[in-house]
């Protein structure tokens, strides 16, 4: 049973960059999308963006010039890199993995297994 | 921008039936697959409704989806409800650009 970890430090300075990585065990991280989500204090979710495991990605418009998906598919692993960050960042962050349907409308994704989370704090 | 919006709260008493609506702000919203998920407090969210109706294994029947066109909205109806149900529910759909889009969620109230 596939199973999202994700790692990184819980505490970023005003302006640094967040690095955050999901670690994908018990399946292999090819032929899907992977995701990343994040959830504001008290809010709702926020989709930052997908990576394919070839690489290919797509991002939250809002968040576009700030952020990077990256994937290795050696460690089974992909990333999340957001910079500049503000207080308005501080969130619990998700990994998911996407898998691709394919029905009357075409071909979609969804989220269908999710990592625990992790918070990140923006502060100094 | 494309936008699903929610009800902020809904509530039933254990036993009976909700439906929790999602709208979307413009074109149809019966031209992408919606998604339903369920968060409840402290949990990372769980998928309950996958391409409009469909439950992955293991999510009860009492779970369904729906889509009106005329309305442009999207639905998920819980009937049999239990208290277990209490949480919040989001749904998900995609903008033009195939980029993942939330509504703002729903608090189910099982009281």
């Known amino acids: 049973q596939v199973q999202l970890q994700e790692s990184g430090p819980g505490l970023v300075k005003p302006s640094e960059t967040l690095s955050l990585t999901c670690t994908v065990s018990?399946?292999?991280?090819?032929?899907?999308?992977w995701s990343w989500i994040r959830q504001p204090p008290g809010k709702g979710l926020e989709w930052i963006g997908y990576?394919?495991?070839?690489?290919?990605?797509n991002y939250n418009p809002s968040l576009k010039s700030r952020v990077t998906i990256s994937v290795d598919t050696s460690k089974n692993q992909f990333s999340l890199k957001l910079s500049s960050v503000t207080a308005a960042d501080t969130a619990v962050y998700y990994c998911?993995?996407?898998?691709?349907?394919?029905?009357?409308?075409?071909?979609?994704?969804?989220?269908?297994?999710w990592g625990k989370g992790t918070t990140v704090t923006v502060s100094s | 921008n494309f936008m699903l919006t929610q009800p902020h709260s809904v509530s039933e008493s254990p036993g009976k039936t909700v439906t929790i609506s999602c709208t979307g702000s413009s074109g149809s919203i019966a031209s992408n697959y919606v998604q339903w998920y369920q968060q409840r407090p402290g949990s990372a969210p769980t998928t309950v409704i996958y391409?409009?109706?469909?439950?992955p294994s293991g999510v009860p029947d009492r779970f369904s989806g729906s889509i009106d066109s005329s309305s442009n909205s999207a639905s998920l109806t819980i009937s049999g409800l239990k208290t277990e149900d209490e949480a919040d529910y989001y749904c998900q759909s995609y903008d033009s650009s195939n980029q993942g889009v939330f509504g703002g969620g729903t608090k189910l109230t099982v009281l």
């Open positions: 391409e409009d109706n469909q439950r």
């Open positions: 018990g399946g292999s991280i090819s032929s899907y999308y």
């Open positions: 990576i394919y495991y070839s690489g290919s990605t």
């Open positions: 998911a993995r996407a898998p691709l349907g394919a029905g009357a409308k075409g071909v979609y994704y969804y989220m269908d297994v």
